[in-house]
């Protein structure tokens, strides 16, 4: 994974029946310790942490705002309904998501670490305020 935040469109099939597509490719899959789901209702906002040790897949059908945090610089990137892509996000970046739209958002997580309940790889870092 590089060692910054890529962001990359992919490629849906969309018709009467609904939308499919790949999250990861193969040799992504391979490295992966730790896949979820996250299902985001309107206005909320999911992440707000950054991972020590994993690198993080995430793969998203907007709308929705990205926030992230890398070499001292807060980013945003705003997703427009529907689009989908995978947001790469190496150990370290402090990053967050929330739902801009007015329907729940999916997001798919993968990340290079088993999740570890006694030891979690998730150190708090408020980007986005969550709504009050």
Known sequence: ???QVTVEPLKSFQDARGLVFEPVSAGELQSQRNVH????????VR???FHERGNEITVLIGPALLRYREADEV???VFQEGEVVKVSIPAKTAHAFQNTG???MLLIGFNTVAHDQARPDVV????I???S
């Open 1 to 3: 994974m590089a060692d």
């Open 37 to 44: 789901v996250v299902i985001t209702e309107p206005g909320q």
């Open 47 to 49: 992440g707000n942490h």
């Open 75 to 77: 980013r945003d990137i």
């Open 102 to 104: 007015n329907r729940p």
């Open 124 to 127: 708090a870092d408020v980007l």
């Open 129 to 131: 305020p969550p709504p």
